[in-house]
Every structure is written in structure tokens, then in C-alpha cells.
């Protein structure tokens, strides 16, 4: 995942109706917890319906729309 990158997401333990609207990604960190007995996990920003929301992919299913890597012919 990339800033740029137009996904949608839900949390895994969520049903197959339960996606969210397309969200923009538009920035992300890293979040080393490994110290305290947990992750280090990619975190991405992303605006979805007038919000910013924290998408995690070792917590939530992620659908990518678009590609900032795509280009047109």
C-alpha cells in the first residue's frame, strides 16, 4: 500500500457486506510495540467519508480500487 492508493477496508472479524466507502491513502507509520510483547505494524492513514482512519493489515481486509503505481497508457 502506497500513499495514493485508492482501498477499501474492513476490520477481519467483520462480514462480507461490511466494507468501507473508497478511502484514500495518505500517509502511514510505523508502530514498533515488539518491547511491550506486541507488533511492529505498518499503519496507514486514510480518508474515508470526511474522516481519517487508521488501517492496520495484520487487523483489517483490505481491497485495493486503484494503484498510485498504475499508469495509463
Not at 25 to 49: A, E, K, L
Request: hydrophobic letters at 35%; one cysteine or more.
Amino acid at each position: 500500500m502506497k500513499v495514493g492508493d485508492l482501498i477499501s477496508f474492513k476490520p477481519k472479524s467483520f462480514g462480507d457486506d461490511d466494507w468501507s466507502n473508497p478511502s484514500i491513502v495518505i500517509g502511514g507509520f510505523i508502530n514498533d510495540d515488539r518491547q511491550g510483547g506486541g507488533w511492529r505494524d505498518m499503519i496507514w492513514i486514510v480518508w474515508c467519508d470526511g474522516g481519517r482512519y487508521m488501517v492496520n493489515e495484520r487487523n483489517d481486509d483490505v481491497m485495493y480500487l486503484t494503484s498510485s503505481s498504475q499508469h495509463n497508457p
